[in-house]
Nanobody, 125 residues
Framework: QVQLVESGGGLVQAGGSLRLSCAASGRTFNEYAMGWFRQAPGKEREFVAATDWSGQSTYYADFVKGRFIISRDNARNTLYLQMNNLNPEDTAVYYC??????????????????WGQGTQVTVSS
């Protein structure tokens, strides 16, 4: 059974940084793509960033380009999201997700089969 556990969320001032982690277990981590999504109150869950199985290919939503960096450590079965220059609009619950079988980047919510419980990120102005 695939399990994804996020950590690293919290309260930060605008302009600050946070690093989210996602610990994965239950299958061979380095065979699958991974992604980050977020959901703000009253809004739909949206794509943030994704990486392929190797970590060498990445893709970002336009609103985080140049500020967020997705990476993975396949030896540690861990996915990361480095978030810099945060603003209040980044306030949301952030979710780690994994597709059932894809090794390449996927960006649609329905393409992901496994989800973590989420970690709250709150950015104050």
């Amino acid at each position: 059974q695939v399990q994804l556990v996020e950590s690293g969320g919290g309260l930060v001032q605008a302009g600050g940084s946070l690093r989210l982690s996602c610990a994965a277990s239950g299958r061979t981590f380095n065979e699958y793509a991974m992604g980050w999504f977020r959901q703000a109150p009253g809004k739909e869950r949206e794509f943030v960033a994704a990486t392929d199985w190797s970590g060498q290919s990445t893709y970002y939503a336009d609103f985080v380009k140049g500020r967020f960096i997705i990476s993975r450590d396949n030896a540690r079965n861990t996915l990361y999201l480095q978030m810099n220059n945060l603003n209040p609009e980044d306030t949301a619950v952030y979710y780690c997700a994994a597709p059932k079988s894809s090794r390449v980047i996927v960006v649609e919510t329905y393409e992901y089969d496994y989800w973590g419980q989420g970690t709250q990120v709150t950015v104050s102005s």
